[in-house]
């Protein structure tokens, strides 16, 4: 199982970002996915899941509604989209594959993580 985060860089506030998540070695459509964040001297914090359908999502409610988390099953490739951003959003971000698929926010229900790709907001 690998799970490959991409997209990360330097914006500044107000702007956008839309990171991917590329996954290989497992079937991509039995399993959600989500999106955590981990600031420097802070806790990993959930963001965004999305259940194996791309029917069911969730959001963490310090990005609800300005970040997005689709899917491309055909693609083995999650995204996620953040508008809006600020300089908290700062961080190194990370995607995980659930135990199962359904959407959850709880760090225990992922089983298997990526290597992050960082996110600087700043001017």
């Known amino acids: 199982v690998q799970l490959q985060a991409s997209g990360g860089g330097l914006v500044q506030p107000g702007g956008s970002l839309r990171l991917s998540c590329a996954a290989s070695?497992?079937?991509?459509?039995?399993?959600?996915i989500g999106w955590f964040r981990q600031a420097p001297w802070k806790e990993r914090e959930f963001v965004a899941a999305?259940?194996?359908?791309?029917?069911?999502?969730s959001y963490g409610d310090s990005v609800k509604g300005r970040f997005a988390i689709s899917r491309d099953n055909a693609k083995y490739t999650v995204y996620l989209q953040m508008n809006s951003l600020k300089p908290e959003d700062t961080a190194v971000y990370y995607c995980?594959?659930?135990?199962?698929?359904?959407?959850?926010?709880?760090?225990?229900?992922?089983?298997?993580w990526g290597q992050g790709t960082l996110v600087t907001v700043s001017s």
């Open positions: 999305i259940s194996w359908t791309g029917g069911s999502t």
């Open positions: 995980a594959r659930a135990r199962d698929s359904y959407a959850r926010g709880s760090i225990p229900e992922y089983g298997y």
């Open positions: 070695g497992f079937t991509l459509d039995n399993y959600a």
